[in-house]
């Protein structure tokens, strides 16, 4: 039973991932119209602002001190992190708990890459075939990860989750039961996730201005006809949706050290997610990513995959495919929506 | 060479009646029968123009040992490539171009090719017709297999469905098909691989050097790429006819307004799935060479980026014309053939005429768009053809063409 | 002389989500005849319409055409049986020359649903030609056959739309408020294009809002209300019906 538990907060934490970009993914499709093969990217630039900052949080200052020696007799390095010179305890806290700082700032900054996206580049895309959007985005995906790739190289780099949040815990108290150890970390993000997903929900459910969105998403031409900017407010949501992936990317760091490739990845499958969940349901893409997550960590399990080898690469596109046959629109779709 | 005929070759015939009161015009004859004398009737394609087009580009393909040796790309290892990409994006063509149908998978199709190639190497013989063959033949296999699937759906969820495949054959090479593909290290021809039908006819299976050959001649260099060369040209005599075939023109009905052509009386979903089948038997022809010329086999070929490269060979040079593909393949493996090898060394001489100080900072700027950054200067290049041509080369070509026509009049 | 019934909707249903768009239909097209189906908006006319063409299954009831019945049947099968359709908004093929967009039909109607025809060129099929280039004639577009249909005035492509189905001589038009959102000019010359293919004696079911083109061209009305019929007749009696003019709120225009 706690193998199975164990398999299953495994698999969440994956699927928070897949659940917030999915959830960005259907918020630019079911309002702009959009598909956006650039959000793994911002899923990707959302995990580089954590490195960054983790970087540039820990830029040392490296002056010589004559009075130590090195076994070779030159004088040793004495480094001191520019954080700790500064601000002392307060700059090792900082330190420690850089993704938290990376957290803060990839709000606005995302926001604004969002939002420079939308109107630099997305919106000339809206009247033209899906095709073409898949196209550019997909050409705009390339070239940010080309320049992470320039910028960071093309290995994985590893960011630590703060000290505090290192360990494991054992969370089998809560189910009464022993021995199941869970890193606090992946906790983390998972209440991350839900958090997250829950204030997309209630702004778009208990804001007037979210209110409007979700009207705008069911019929745009009436919004319009009643003089309201629906412009304006989906290059907002567009930004909501690249803030929502960023901060997706800039917490799974610890889990997963990101490279330039993660954003595509990431995406393939939350495609995946979202056609799964159904194109167009915000309760779907949620549903789905958390479901294809915990689907894809049972998957991995060595007695499935003693029975199905390789099963767990492939069980996401498996049943992707039997979802488009069977129900083409999705766990939570509507009907009517983009069905073929 | 594209795809509507030209107007300025058609003389007309003004009819007396050709204006609107023909709407009005008193028509009791017998309904809609044929009438006794065919109306005069001018060719939509004049049959002329397709073969003087087809020669040219054979020559062409044929000479670019010789018209390649200013651009530095006349060495048979580039000029394969060029030919092999070439009949892939041509294929791939054939299904985007023509139907609108984007698919992101065509590199799982290339894959098969190869390793259906390099197994028949290993298996039945060196020669390359029946690796060719079995290139095709499996290649062909596997996109109708996943094209029946994907094509019960359209537009976006049809590239999605797709992109999983793609991905799906991917992650299988490398991990449960392992004993088929050999994983990471690639399927290579050995010297003493079983082959069969040589040791029937040599008496014997082993070689000393183990190339793919035709009838005796060793396909590397110029006489593999003149090998490629003249599958290239059948490829694009077979794309040629079917552009202009009734066939051709229910897929363009297809990609313009597939509901009318369900009403007027098309099934349409087999016209499609004929197209992609064709089209991944021209990439299974292109991985089936790519086997050839380098007789190793590597699943990093099925990779969505490869699938993706070819998309963009096909926009670059104009989707749904007849050249365009092949002129979007040349120029990315040119580019990516030099831009590739530029590193700061290099640069440093090409920009040898800037004074000492501002060459750091000119190198500095250009270095990231070139050599490893090659990709970047891709995608760059991908996004602007996209936003402001998205005809391709093709595309542009004709608008300058029209400029100067128009110059010409005025 | 029992008149020959080319299209019989029988006691059909439909209901979406509980919503009852059709109500025991029961609607005889006679061949040769041209059948109009009015009614006010959401009266279930564009349903009715997508259940004969195969767009809808209805829930019960079957619609027969010809001795075939065609409940269930795909679009291109039931076009294949002799029903052509006109769309509310002109569907055509942009991309394709004039000439193109009729001689694919025509191809359809020749060979089938289904022929791969790969290798032979388009210019040899002489036969398709010629009856595609007699059809544009005869509807006035000729001269324009080269040009790029998306170049089209909305007219002519309504015109283009035409002789794609008349090139198929089809048994049965079926038109979906065929004059929407024309001009008065337009709105006159499509009726005096459909006199003159009713002279011919094909059987047409137009769905229609304008009482001017129903009154000039209908032989017989059904009038559609809430998912049912509520009267049937010729135009002038239909006119004169009191039910009718209730469902309308205020009479015809």
Redesign the interface.
Known sequence: MDAIILQILNGLDKGGAYALIALGLTLTFGTLGVVNFAHGALFMLGAFTSVLVSQALRLESVTLDPTKTTPWGTPMEVRVPYMEAWFGDFGTLMMDYSIVVAVILVIPTMLLFGVLMERGLIRYFYKRTHAEQILVTFGLAIVLGEIIKATFGANPIPVSAPEALRGSTDIGALFGMEGITYPWWRLVYLLSSVVIIGSVFAFLNLTTYGMVVRAGMADRETVQLLGINIGKRFTIVFGIAAVVAGLAGALYVPILPPNYNIGMDFLVLSFVVVVVGGMGSLPGAVVAGFLLGVLQSFASLTEVKDIFPGIDQIIIYLVAVVVLLARPRGLLGRKGVMEA | MDSTPDKTMMTENRSPAADTSAFTRENTDTPSRLPPQAPQMEPLWPANRDVIMTVLFAVAVFAMPIWLQPFGAAYPDLMQRFVIFGIFAIGFNILFGLTGYLSFGHAAFLGVGSYAAVWSFKLFSLNIIPALAMAIFFAGILSLAIGYISLRRSGIYFSILTLAFAQMCYNLAYSVLTPITNGETGLRVLRDDPRIIDAAIYGTNEVAVPRADFFGITMTGNAGFYACAVCLVIAFIIALRISRSPFGMMLRGIKSNQVRMNYIGFNTRPYTLVAFVISGMFAGLAGGLLAMVDPLAGAERMQWTASGEVVLMTILGGAGTLIGPFLGAVIIKYFENIFSALGDTTLMNVFSFVPEGARDFVVAIVSPFVGEGWHLTLGIMFVLVVCFLPGGLIEGFRRIGRMFRAKKES | MVANRVLHVADVQKSFAGLKALTDIDLEIEEGKTHAIIGPNGAGKSTLLNVC?GRLAPDRGAVVFDGDVITGK???QI??LGI??VFQTP???????V??NV???A???R?????????????S???I???A???L????L??KR?E?ASALSRGDKRRLELA?C????PKLLLLDEPTAGMSRLDTN?TI??LK?IK????TKVIIEHDMHVVFSLADKVSVLAQGKIIAEGTPDEVRANPKVQEAYLGGAH
């Open positions: 063409v795909t679009p291109y076009n294949q052509a359709r569907e055509i093929f942009a991309d394709l020359t000439l193109q001689m694919a039909p191809f359809a109607k060979d089938g649903q289904l022929r791969l025809n790969m290798w032979s060129g388009l210019d099929a002489k036969d030609r010629a009856e280039e007699h059809t004639a005869d509807l006035g000729a001269e080269h790029d794609m008349l090139v198929q001589h010359r005096d294009l003159r002279e011919r004696g094909m």
